[in-house]
């Protein structure tokens, strides 16, 4: 059972477009986490979310989550072919082991 | 910088064989995590260290899959009579501690097993 679903798992888009990739669970999260994975490198953690309702914004990235924690989003103004990876959610299970969705493979076309 | 290191990068094995993966954390970083990453997935927990001693293993899909932290500092993944199944990316991550500390991964090691 995949505690985390991403969505979509594969977008495409060109440059300079907007996009909103999701992450959700039927289970409420104490936090979230998302990271970004290029091929042949471990995740970068890109922001924690902890408050319902709260929004996070590093650069052109706007990290959103739910009112009732149970569903984040990450929105991209005008991407770049730099944002082109993996981008992972993941919830804080336990002490701290890291539940990770299955991941949304963003591809920017220049 | 002095990431978090992991060797070898690739490694190809025969089915039955067993190999040895090694992490190298971060110096001081008490936590140190193993994760599995099949393709085209996400990566999924497999143990927990908190110096030497190992606090959580219960993602270790088989007994054959054994992790050790001696000295509380390198870590090493064994896995034995490896198999198919077990291709993928190892990957190893470190934290200077508990709770809400960031977990910094390292490069991973691609195992494809023949």
């Known amino acids: 059972t995949q505690l985390l679903e991403q969505s979509p798992q594969f977008l495409s888009i060109q440059e300079g477009e907007n996009l909103t990739v999701y992450c959700n669970s039927s289970s409420v999260f104490s936090s979230l986490q998302w990271y970004r994975q290029e091929p042949g490198e471990g995740p970068v953690l890109l922001v924690t979310v902890v408050t319902g309702g709260e929004v996070k914004k590093l650069k052109r990235l706007t990290f959103q989550f739910g009112d009732a924690r149970k569903d984040s989003s990450l929105h991209i103004t005008a991407a770049q072919p730099g944002d082109t990876g993996l981008y992972l959610c993941?919830?804080?299970?336990?002490?701290?082991?890291?539940?990770f969705g299955q991941g949304t493979r963003l591809t920017i076309n220049p | 910088g002095a990431g978090v290191s992991q060797s070898p990068r690739y490694k190809v094995a025969k089915r039955g064989q067993d190999v040895a993966l090694r992490c190298d954390p971060i110096s001081g970083h008490v936590s140190l995590f193993w994760y599995q990453q099949a393709l085209g997935q996400g990566p999924e927990f497999l143990t927990y260290?908190?110096?030497?001693?190992?606090?959580?293993k219960s993602g270790l899909p088989s007994d054959r899959f054994f992790a050790e932290r001696p000295e509380g500092s390198v870590s090493t993944l064994k896995i034995q009579r490896t198999q198919q199944e077990d291709s993928a990316v190892y990957l190893c991550?470190?934290?200077?501690?508990?709770?809400?500390?960031?977990?910094?991964f390292g490069p991973g090691t691609r195992l494809l097993v023949l």
């Open positions: 260290f908190q110096n030497e001693a190992q606090l959580d």
């Open positions: 991550a470190s934290s200077f501690s508990g709770g809400w500390k960031t977990q910094y």
């Open positions: 993941a919830m804080i299970q336990g002490a701290q082991k890291l539940v």
